[in-house]
T-cell receptor, first 113, second 114 residues
Framework: QKEVEQDPGPLSVPEGAIVSLNCTYSNSAFQYFMWYRQYSRKGPELLMYTYSSGNKEDGRFTAQVDKSSKYISLFIRDSQPSDSATYLCAMSQGNTGFQKLVFGTGTRLLVSP | DVKVTQSSRYLVKRTGEKVFLECVQDMDHENMFWYRQDPGLGLRLIYFSYDVKMKEKGDIPEGYSVSREKKERFSLILESASTNQTSMYLC?????????????FGPGTRLLVL
């Protein structure tokens, strides 16, 4: 079993839809949760990060962590064609010193005009 | 803005060739990383370095080596390229901020080994 599971998609939605992207994980020691966005033929870029459980909002994006269920989500409101990309979740234990990031395989999102 | 650059966007090499992938970051970051990204497998850590001349194996170091002679530069070396090393290679750097480590990625190098 992989430490982090993510549905590869593709997830196809019309412009303006609310998008929900999810990851599950098995390691209860994970404390920091991140979402990266990767456009085609580019490197991933950090979108948001959250610590422990709860929600964090940034514009049209909301990251949600449920540690009791080992489940994290990224919501995109009013989705735009420019949101079409692969979204990778990543997480770490957050101890001092070097923290290895464990990535999901990514979900490909397609937003059609 | 943090900038991580990789020497090549695309490379085609033959089996058995020695391959050098170069990565440079301009933000004085302590940590640097090499990943490979394959469909269905996601990002897998090959090697990382937390200081000049220091290196640590990641999850899949076999067939690779690294060099970090200067803080801003981290090189990945394929001693004898094989077809199963055809992949997207991503370099990243990070500066630990408190206990959150944000990794910044380069644009990637697509390597094809024939």
């Amino acid at each position: 079993q992989k430490e982090v599971e993510q549905d590869p998609g593709p997830l196809s939605v019309p412009e303006g839809a609310i998008v929900s992207l999810n990851c599950t994980y098995s390691n209860s020691a994970f404390q920091y949760f991140m979402w990266y966005r990767q456009y085609s033929r580019k490197g991933p870029e950090l979108l948001m990060y959250t610590y422990s459980s709860g929600n964090k909002e940034d514009g049209r994006f909301t990251a949600q962590v449920d540690k009791s269920s080992k489940y994290i989500s990224l919501f995109i409101r009013d989705s735009q064609p420019s949101d079409s990309a692969t979204y990778l979740c990543a997480m770490s234990q957050g101890n001092t010193g070097f923290q290895k990031l464990v990535f999901g395989t990514g979900t490909r999102l397609l937003v059609s005009p | 803005d943090v900038k991580v650059t990789q020497s090549s966007r695309y490379l085609v090499k033959r089996t058995g060739e020695k391959v050098f992938l170069e990565c440079v970051q301009d933000m004085d970051h302590e940590n640097m990383f090499w990943y490979r990204q394959d469909p269905g497998l996601g990002l897998r850590l090959i090697y990382f370095s937390y200081d000049v001349k220091m290196k640590e194996k990641g999850d899949i170091p076999e067939g690779y080596s690294v060099s970090r002679e200067k803080k801003e530069r981290f090189s990945l070396i394929l001693e004898s390229a094989s077809t199963n090393q055809t992949s997207m290679y991503l370099c990243a750097s990070s500066l630990v901020s408190g206990v959150v480590e944000t990794q910044y990625f380069g644009p990637g190098t697509r390597l094809l080994v024939l």
